[in-house]
């Protein structure tokens, strides 16, 4: 599937404006501020920093914010829209719907067509599976006693079998089809997997491929055990499915990979000494070593991922349901061409929320660290490409997610833009009719340094003579429901660059509970305590259109200042690098067009920021002072985004 679409042009909004020209409008308006140029209503005398939430204009409360809650994969989504009842997105010819409902559209002519599954030609081997699930989802305790990876052998050999580089795109891959087996038989059970190119990997309806529990089959070098251990460093894992260097390869179909982080682990090694125990002297689990490392002792864990695509190009996953990564669910790390449509990732299952971790507390998103939804990032350049000539820059590039489910334990997508200028850049994002759950929310990155040294790119723009790191990102149509940040952009001057060219629109936010401290809105370049690298954040041509957040949460918008009272805080090393004099101050810029909060922030933190607010205006209590400059559109006036039905239950499986 050709994932290269026409970003940042007309999307599903409010018709009254064309959305390029008023992007553009807005983008020089910021410009010229910058510049101290342009001219705007004299600002009111609040100063930067924490602004009180007196003299808010809130709406009325929101008739979205129902209480409906999220469901597992496996319950009756019955609440939610029926498919021949939701509002489409656009008409025929393109033209946005008026008063654009979110969360119900089903058809988009911005897109491209949707994939489809394989015809029965394309399939080289089908393999018929041997094991039996429960009825809760998981295997049970004896499938992997004898065995703990029985199905890796065949799996790999079928896949290697129908490698197909001539391959041109998905109708003309090969197909190597998982199917339910002899009396009942639903389930796989595998190690690591290399998916070859021009190879789909069609997993049927209620059929299973399980991860297999035994850190040993997932260690990068056979013998020496570097996965399932805490370290300074996360490399030392294998995934579950592998591509690297590949073109046209896919996940397709209406069946499930599980990851079984939750599952404690066995290992085929007798008496293995590497194997990490709960305080009783039993396994721990994936979610165990997460929450040791990360929590407990501030480490690494080194956990598998679930798919991980490297280096590669037009890589598709579609229906699929991912659940219980031990790590990250899919990372396509310097990749052209990704599409993620129509799938599920939900992260814990209910069955594991039913179990308790080494501390004796149930499994849940709060303690399943680290397991992010999708991860597009960019990648160190790669020469050496067999089957693919020419230099690999690293960029990650040309990406589609679409009416796709997240709930997970971490950030539910990262879009990051690599650690070091060395690296690619990451460009050309769209995330379109998705719904995210409970998580991190929307956030691009914290990683944003990777410009390929400065090498020209036709798709990317230098800004004031500077490629951004991450750039070209179209976010529209999204429902974040029960995650603790909404809409993000992190950053640090460990690993920060330019990130541009971002729009966000037609975005029904419901934050979760007020113990986990929701953001719906945060933009900061202080993202974690770190050593100054002299790799300073600034972020630019941030757009917000059509944005409604539905409960009581916190806000966040912070330009880098290197003399930022923060970066004195406890934690934060200006390193060899030192503070920089002058200091380095780069605003954020940004613009807000309809941007709703029905109910009075719980704060607002504004510091070196400067806002141009648009026709339809802002409810947020925003105010210039120090550091902070405000302009604003004659006459503006509100008129909040339908969220009626976005809040609905996670999709059941198929």
Not at 75 to 98: C, F, I, V
Not at 377 to 390: E, K, V
């Amino acid at each position: 599937m050709n994932t290269r679409i026409k970003h940042l042009a007309s999307t599903p909004t409010r018709p009254a404006r064309a959305p390029s020209a008023w992007l553009a409008s807005l983008s020089t308006a910021l410009i010229l501020t910058a510049c101290g140029g342009g001219s705007g209503p004299a600002a009111s005398d609040v100063s930067g920093g924490n602004v009180d939430n007196n003299g808010a204009v809130a709406p009325a409360a929101a008739s979205s914010a129902s209480d409906a809650s999220a469901t597992t994969p496996d319950q009756s989504a019955s609440d939610a829209t029926p498919a021949s009842e939701a509002a489409p997105a656009s008409d025929a010819s393109g033209t946005p719907a008026p008063g654009f409902q979110v969360g119900t559209a089903t058809f988009d002519a911005a897109l491209p067509p949707e994939p489809t599954l394989p015809t029965s030609a394309q399939i080289c081997q089908t393999l018929p599976a041997t094991l039996t699930a429960q009825a809760n989802g998981l295997l049970p305790e004896s499938a992997d006693t004898a065995n703990t990876a029985p199905d890796t052998t065949r799996i790999q050999a079928a896949l290697t079998a129908c490698t197909n580089a001539a391959s041109t795109g998905l109708s003309t891959n090969k197909v190597v089809r998982l199917t339910s087996g002899a009396n009942g038989a639903n389930a796989f059970l595998s190690g690591p997997l290399n998916l070859p190119s021009g190879v789909t990997l069609w997993i049927d309806s209620r059929v299973t491929v399980f991860a297999s529990r035994d850190p040993r089959q997932f260690d990068k070098t056979q013998g020496t055990a570097s996965c399932g251990l805490i370290t300074a460093s996360d490399n030392g894992c294998n995934a579950l499915i592998t591509a690297a260097k590949t073109s046209n390869s896919a996940v397709v179909g209406d069946g499930t990979i599980d990851g079984r982080g939750g599952s404690q682990l066995v290992s085929s090694v007798r008496d293995d000494p590497n194997l990490l125990k709960r305080p009783d002297g039993s396994a721990m689990s994936w979610w165990d070593i997460g929450y040791e490392a990360n929590v407990v002792q501030n480490k690494s864990q080194n956990n598998p991922r679930l798919i991980q695509i490297n280096n590669g190009s037009n890589f598709t996953l579609y229906r699929v349901t991912l659940q219980n990564a031990p790590k990250f669910h899919v990372v396509p790390s310097g990749v052209q061409g990704f599409t993620a449509w129509g799938v599920k990732i939900y992260t814990p299952t209910a069955a594991y929320e039913a179990m308790n971790n080494y501390k004796g507390v149930p499994y849940s998103t709060v303690n399943a660290k680290n397991t992010d939804g999708i991860d597009p990032a960019s990648s160190g350049p790669i020469t050496s490409n067999p089957g693919n000539p020419g230099k690999l820059t690293g960029d990650a590039s040309n990406m589609l997610i679409a009416y796709t489910s997240i709930r997970t334990g971490d950030d539910n997508m990262a879009i990051k833009g690599g650690t070091a200028p060395v690296n690619g850049r990451t460009y050309n994002i769209t995330v379109a009719h998705s719904h995210f759950y409970e998580g991190h929310g929307m956030s691009i990155g914290s990683e944003s340094a990777g410009s390929d040294n400065g090498v020209a790119n036709a798709d990317v723009t230098p800004v004031g003579g500077v490629f951004p790191s991450v750039s070209n990102v179209n976010v529209y149509d999204l429902t974040i429901d029960g995650a603790d940040n909404g809409l993000r952009i992190k950053s640090d001057w460990s690993r920060g660059g330019l990130v541009s060219n971002i729009r966000y629109s037609n975005v029904c936010i419901r934050t979760g509970n007020q113990t986990s401290n929701p953001q719906a809105l945060i933009f900061s370049p202080y993202y974690s305590p770190t050593k100054s690298l002299g790799l300073y954040p600034n972020l630019q041509g941030i757009v917000l259109d059509g944005i409604r957040v539905v409960n009581a949460s916190n806000y966040t918008f912070q330009g880098f200042n290197s003399a930022s009272p923060v970066l004195l805080g406890s934690g934060w090393s200006a390193g060899t690098v030192g503070f920089p004099t002058p200091p380095v101050i780069s605003p954020l810029l940004i613009s807000l067009n309809n941007v709703v909060a029905d109910v009075t922030p719980l704060s607002m933190t504004v510091a070196d920021a400067q806002f141009s607010i648009g026709e339809g205006g802002t409810t947020l209590p925003l105010q210039a002072g120090s550091g902070v400059t405000l302009t604003r559109a004659a006459d503006a006036q509100v008129s909040p985004v339908d969220c009626s039905k976005a809040f609905v239950p996670f999709p059941a499986k198929s």
